[in-house]
Each structure stands twice: as C-alpha cells, then as structure tokens.
C-alpha cells in the first residue's frame, strides 16, 4: 500500500520559514519523481517544486528564490524549505510522486495547511 503522509505545516508569521516534510512508504522512492503542490482556497492546484530521481530541482517562478525542494533517500522522504512566506502562500500543500511514462504512476498524499497571517 503507498502512502505519502506530509507535515510540518502551521500558522506563521509573514517573514517567516517552514519546512515541510513528506515521507513516502509503499514505493521505490528512489526513482521517483517527487513533487510539491499546493492549493489556495478556491484556486486550482499548482505545481511549486520538483525533483527528479537525479536529483534536479525546478521550481515554479512564483517561489524561485524562496523555496527549496530536497529528498533523502536514505529517509524516502522529500522535503519543502519556505522562507520568506507570504500570505500568498497560504495553501493545502500536496505531496506528489511520479514515475514512468508514458502512463505514469502516480500517488498523492493528503496534504499539509500552511496559513501565513500576522
């Protein structure tokens, strides 16, 4: 059975960090590409961050700068460094993992709230 269960999210400050972490069961995690995704109320979900079995990172142009995604495959885990948040950044962040082509497995976890207010 695949789990992925994220956390590390919470209420902070505008200004502030977080790290958020995802670990993942059930999957060879090493030859997954792992994925960040978040979803602010009533928006749709949007990809932030991702990295490759290789271990390239991309990220999305609204988070350059301010985010970085990093795994652990030792942990089979994956994780999401924030700073400098945002109220922008407020969002359900969703952990994603991928693999294979052309059709793809793919498995989600259930998310993690970020709430970023003074």
């Known amino acids: 059975q695949v789990q992925l269960v994220e956390s590390g999210g919470g209420l902070v400050q505008p200004g502030g960090s977080l790290r958020l972490s995802c670990a993942a069961s059930?999957?060879?995690?090493?030859?997954?590409?792992m994925r960040w995704f978040r979803q602010a109320p009533g928006k749709q979900r949007e990809l932030v961050a991702a990295?490759?079995?290789?271990?390239?990172?991309n990220y999305a142009d609204s988070v350059k700068g301010r985010f970085t995604i990093s795994r652990d495959n030792a942990k089979n885990t994956v994780y999401l460094q924030i700073h400098s948040l945002e109220p922008e950044d407020t969002a359900a962040y969703y952990c994603?993992?991928?693999?294979?082509?052309?059709?793809?497995?793919?498995?989600w976890g259930k998310g993690t709230l970020v709430t970023v207010s003074s």
């Open positions: 994603n993992a991928n693999w294979g082509f052309p059709n793809p497995l793919n498995y």
């Open positions: 059930g999957i060879t995690f090493n030859i997954y590409t």
């Open positions: 990295i490759t079995s290789g271990e390239n990172a």
